[in-house]
């Protein structure tokens, strides 16, 4: 008999009342998480979709659109980004590219296809200035109806903006936001699981989310913007997570934000484990300094604008993220404290169970997002294996570290994402 036949064994042999006590963690905090996604699969597959009307699409093409790209030192990446948009179904009336600060010949590149016509606007900032800065130049230059932010690093699908702007033709949406896909898919273990955890959060998450009007972030890599609405709420705010933060911002002044699940943008991303702890420690904490510190009265009733929907989507986050990240290590110790010997088979099931849920919401979100071809299936499958300690574990831990550093040591304040100056005088000023 294996190592692993004694935890299998032990599945098999449980009555309802020992599940409960040996994995309450999971049905308690996890399996909810599952089961809601399977639903929203579920009944999204009864929703037809359907083309815009033939007074819709005029509408659309009446629409003015500009797209802005701000970047520091991503020369290598113009050329594949801005070949991407020329193969646009859909018009693009300007192109706004800013260079924040660059060191690599950015300034040059960008100038160079202004000059043939392929940029419209170029401009280069003396000194690295942060993202938001230079996105907010971008915008106040940009003269579209519909205002696009994109950056540099990433390349569409040809119908990626026509998809992107369709759900405008609902004059309630303030924005909207397309997929992400992992495009070095196949470089690394580590691309392997967060391409995985793209098709998971995408193709079930953000598509349950856009069911019950819950989208709290347009992605400042592949975001739309109507312009009214940019204008009401005001431009990013400096700092880290300021496609969040202007979110937030819309909603609250009571626009919709859609997710164009069609509408398809493909990244490269960190590919070896000190890059992707660095990159989620900053996500996880921006995304804790956003709604615990600057939006926390969200959870106030006596707040003026108190809206319940708002108020659920803020509670359903603490729940599912920092409430099952903090109670995780809680629950492995109380395992092996309670369980003793027995503890390490308990665990080993719990792996079990994670990979039976792990390859049927993978499997699910392939089905419904219909995208992604059989030589990528076939790249990342096997990392279905080993998700659940990627993603049940490792990426938990890193969460927990990250919470602990901006709770304890506001340690946003010192993000290498945006100039130090900037990032300073933004969190002390709140």
């Known amino acids: 008999m294996t190592d692993l036949d004694t935890p299998l064994l032990m599945l098999g042999q449980?009555?309802?009342?020992?599940?409960?006590?040996?994995?309450?963690?999971?049905?308690?905090?996890?399996?909810?998480?599952?089961?809601?996604?399977?639903?929203?699969?579920?009944?999204?597959?009864?929703?037809?979709?359907?083309?815009?009307?033939?007074?819709?699409?005029?509408?659309?093409?009446?629409?003015?659109?500009?797209?802005?790209?701000?970047?520091?030192?991503?020369?290598?990446?113009?050329?594949?980004?801005?070949?991407?948009?020329?193969?646009?179904?859909?018009?693009?009336?300007?192109?706004?590219?800013?260079?924040?600060?660059s060191t690599d010949g950015m300034r040059e590149i960008i100038n160079k296809y202004r000059k043939s016509g392929q940029v419209d606007i170029a401009l280069s900032n003396q000194v690295r200035c942060g993202k938001p800065a230079s996105c907010n130049l971008g915008f106040s230059l940009a003269k579209g109806d519909i205002i696009i932010n994109l950056d540099a690093d990433c390349s569409y699908d040809c119908d990626a903006i026509a998809k992107l702007i369709e759900p405008f033709t609902d004059p309630r949406v303030g924005a909207t936001t397309g997929a992400l896909g992992v495009r070095n898919y196949d470089y690394s273990a580590v691309t392997g699981y967060q391409a995985i955890e793209y098709i998971v959060s995408i193709g079930m998450g953000k598509r349950a989310l856009d069911m019950l009007d819950m989208v709290v972030c347009a992605s400042g890599a592949f975001g739309a913007f109507r312009r009214e609405a940019l204008h009401q709420v005001g431009h990013l705010a400096a700092g880290p997570g300021e496609d969040f933060d202007l979110t937030l911002r819309l909603r609250r002044s009571g626009w919709k934000i859609r997710f164009a699940a069609d509408s398809w943008c493909f990244t490269d991303t960190p590919a070896t484990l000190a890059a992707i702890i660095r990159q989620r420690r900053r996500w996880d904490r921006d995304t804790l300094r956003i709604r615990m510190r600057k939006f926390r009265d969200t959870l106030s009733p006596r707040r003026r604008k108190f809206m319940l929907l708002e108020t659920f989507e803020q509670c359903e986050w603490m729940v599912m993220n920092v409430l099952v990240t903090l109670v995780f290590p809680v629950y492995v110790f109380w395992v092996f404290w309670y369980f003793g010997e027995g503890a390490l088979n308990i665990l080993i099931a719990v792996a079990i169970v994670y990979l039976v849920l792990d390859a049927v919401g993978f499997l699910m979100a392939l089905c419904i997002c219909r995208r992604y071809n059989s030589r990528m299936f076939w790249t990342i499958a096997p990392y279905i294996l080993t998700f659940g300690i990627y993603n049940g574990i490792f990426m938990r831990c890193v969460r927990l570290y990250a919470y602990c550093e901006e709770w304890v040591y506001r340690a946003s304040a010192r993000d290498s994402y945006s100039p130090s100056r900037v990032s300073r005088q933004v969190y002390y000023r709140r």
């Open 14 to 101: 449980l009555d309802w009342a020992a599940w409960l006590t040996m994995f309450w963690f999971m049905i308690i905090l996890e399996v909810p998480r599952y089961t809601l996604s399977a639903i929203a699969i579920f009944m999204s597959s009864f929703t037809r979709k359907y083309a815009p009307t033939a007074s819709e699409a005029r509408y659309l093409d009446s629409l003015k659109i500009s797209i802005v790209i701000a970047g520091h030192n991503e020369a290598d990446a113009i050329e594949r980004c801005l070949r991407s948009l020329s193969e646009q179904t859909r018009r693009i009336d300007q192109i706004i590219f800013i260079d924040d600060g």
